[in-house]
């Protein structure tokens, strides 16, 4: 992933996106209503995004880290974080930031050259079909590479959404929670790498990623 793409959206998001309203009063009439909060946090479901989480490591990854996109979002309700991640998963790679870096990275790491040879990539990671037992991490990685495609112009964002959304049941029906899908993720990378210690940035996030209030895989469950 090419952090020259994202770290121009961190800064957009940072200074004019996330919203700001997360201040707390201590009557009694604010805490029923941040009961009530939590129970419409329950039941929070956003189809579209969760496709997106799928590949979230990466594009949080891409932002600094967890604790960096938690300071990026500057409120508690349930609500708004879902809408600050929107903003922030889906569809983080555009044409207009880094064209040219998409291309380049698809070509590199994926020997990527045009829609076709997208696709085909896509389809393998979507149906299993790589030497890496761990589903997680080709789900993961088929998400990052449909919004590097995006990016590149290759694909458009329905397009997009239709691989990325597709893949949602898959992942819902092999996995029970984000907890095991990330540790799944963290697996295939070790295998994929073939160092047991691999990427340390990466493995920290596989478990940070779904931890504290503010972590979207909280307020979304994978089911």
């Given at each position: 992933m090419k952090k020259s793409i994202l770290s121009a959206l961190a800064i957009v998001i940072c200074l004019g996106v996330i919203s700001c309203n997360g201040g707390k009063t201590t009557s009694d009439g604010a805490k029923q209503e941040s009961d009530g909060t939590k129970q419409d946090a329950d039941k929070l479901k956003d189809e579209k995004l969760s496709s997106?989480?799928?590949g979230g490591i990466?594009?949080?990854q891409g932002y600094g880290g967890q604790t960096a996109?938690?300071?990026?979002i500057?409120?508690?309700d349930p609500k708004e974080i879902v809408g600050n991640y929107k903003e922030l998963l889906e569809f983080p790679f555009k044409?207009?930031?880094?064209s040219a870096d998409a291309k380049r990275t698809l070509k590199s790491w994926w020997d990527i050259n045009d829609k076709a040879g997208l696709e085909k990539v896509l389809e393998k990671l979507k149906t299993g079909d790589t030497k890496n037992p761990h589903k997680a991490w080709d789900y993961a990685r088929l998400v990052n590479n449909a919004c590097m495609g995006y990016a590149a112009g290759y694909l458009s964002k329905d397009e997009v959404e239709k691989f990325v959304t597709s893949t949602l049941p898959l992942a819902q029906k092999e996995f029970k929670t984000w907890d095991d899908y990330y540790t799944d993720f963290n697996a295939g990378r070790k295998v994929w790498a073939g160092d047991p210690s691999g990427d340390k940035a990466f493995e920290?996030?596989?478990k940070e990623i779904t931890k504290?209030?503010?972590?979207i895989y909280q307020i979304l469950p994978l089911n």
């Open positions: 997106f989480m799928l990466y594009f949080i996109v938690n300071d990026m500057k409120t508690d044409p207009e930031d880094g920290d996030l596989s504290g209030n503010k972590s």
